[in-house]
């Protein structure tokens, strides 16, 4: 065998690996069941928001939070107004919040803003039956609370995350590829562990706990991606994460790349340490305890982003093509497999006819991704936090005259 086909056949079983791995996920997803529950009273509920400068939006939230379906008094909506220098703080009280006001320019962040409150102001919520944390940029769906009520009413549940999803798929490529995209990772990935481990993965918005959660555990992750972070923390004290694909959180997604591409690159360099910091520790928990749940968060953690399995995919396609024409075929089905997969998430969530068309732009997105990663590799990244801009900060701003 020579140097090119050994590579080659490097590359391909490499793919293989991973590509495995999301049809098992993707199967699984078809199989996932919401637990049922008998009708429970409605828990007694603290929404908590964390606010940096939401003046714009964050009334319209607070307004979505008191208009769902769910019993006035036995909710409460707490805002963290974090290092605002803005009317945050008092648009949260004219829209009927609870407001903490947080000042540490020199500790930035939503990790921290959480962990703040949680730690320094028990008495304000520890009456309470579970806290569901969401952001200052979101809308609720209708029923969103009471399912979440519903999952943490369970004796056995003791954390919740509902499905995040886009609330303006219609605003462009990038928000449609934002909806396809999280109908795979927000859904169908979520409902394939939930049915593999029985566990899923904090999303770091629409998440529910038991308030005695909170009270023990504070918000101790403060990294870019402190919800996986918390994440594996509760998986290893034992605590699993509950999947509720009923309680709905939507999101604007940005359409511009600037804004876009900041965002990208903390998030991705946050995953990137956090694989670094936890993947051992993961790998060794699954050798010594056997506990599946530790294989597949380990899967999770460092399973390649769509973008880079797709261009290795392609880069395996050509490899195979000119050193190994007989395994073609498996080359072929991997492609299927990815195809599935994305396909399995819009179907599954019921994707609308425009996300489907925007799919076509896919290929644009990959470039754009690519083009982020080798910045990163170069070192041109935000690895810090900072506000992710909204459309209506865009559509605000006076023009020059």
């Not at 859904?187 to 005695?212: D, I, N, P, Y």
């Not at 073609?328 to 195809?339: N, Q, T």
Request: charged fraction near 20%.
């Amino acid at each position: 065998m020579t140097l090119m086909e050994l590579l080659a056949t490097a590359m391909l079983g490499g793919m293989c690996l991973p590509v495995t791995y999301l049809l098992a996920v993707t199967i699984a997803s078809y199989r996932f069941r919401k637990p049922m529950a008998p009708d429970t009273p409605p828990l007694h509920l603290g929404v908590l928001i964390p606010a940096h400068n939401e003046a714009g939006g964050i009334g319209r939230t607070i307004r979505s939070v008191w208009e769902s379906d769910y019993p006035a008094d036995r909710l409460t909506v707490m805002v963290v107004a974090d290092n605002c220098n803005d009317r945050t703080a008092e648009e949260a009280r004219m829209a009927g919040a609870q407001v903490f006001a947080r000042y540490d320019p020199a500790h930035p962040g939503k990790g921290q803003a959480l962990d703040w409150f949680l730690s320094r102001c028990k008495d304000r919520y520890r009456h309470l039956d579970g806290i569901v944390i969401i952001d200052a940029d979101v809308a609720i769906d209708r029923f969103c609370l009471r399912e979440i009520s519903t999952s943490l009413s369970q004796p056995d549940m003791q954390v919740v995350q509902a499905y995040n999803g886009v609330n303006n798929p219609r605003a462009g490529w990038r928000p449609a590829l934002c909806d396809a995209a999280f109908n795979v990772f927000n859904h169908l990935r979520m409902a394939g562990a939930a049915r593999l481990a029985g566990t899923a993965v904090l999303k770091g918005l629409g998440m529910g706990f038991r308030t005695s959660v909170l009270l023990r555990y504070g918000w101790p992750a403060q990294a870019i991606v402190e919800d996986q972070e918390f994440t594996l923390m509760l998986l290893s004290d034992g605590i699993r994460v509950h999947y509720n694909p009923d309680a709905v959180v939507r999101s604007e997604m940005v359409t511009r790349g600037d804004r876009a591409a900041g965002q990208r690159s903390r998030w991705e360099g946050g995953r990137f340490a956090l694989v670094r910091r936890m993947a051992p520790m993961l790998f060794r928990r699954w050798i010594t305890e056997r506990d599946s749940c530790y294989f597949h968060a380990l899967c999770e953690l460092t399973l390649p982003p769509l973008s880079l399995l797709v261009l290795a995919t392609g880069l395996t396609t050509v490899s195979t093509a000119l050193w190994l024409p007989q395994w073609v075929g498996l080359v072929a089905v991997l492609w299927l497999v990815l195809a599935g997969y994305v396909a399995s998430g819009q179907i599954q969530r019921r994707a609308p006819l425009t996300t489907w068309l925007y799919l076509v732009t896919a290929p644009f997105f990959v470039l754009w991704k690519i083009s982020l990663y080798l910045k990163m590799a170069a070192g041109i990244q935000t690895a810090h936090w900072s506000r992710t801009s909204r459309e209506a900060d865009v559509n605000n701003k006076p023009t020059a005259p």
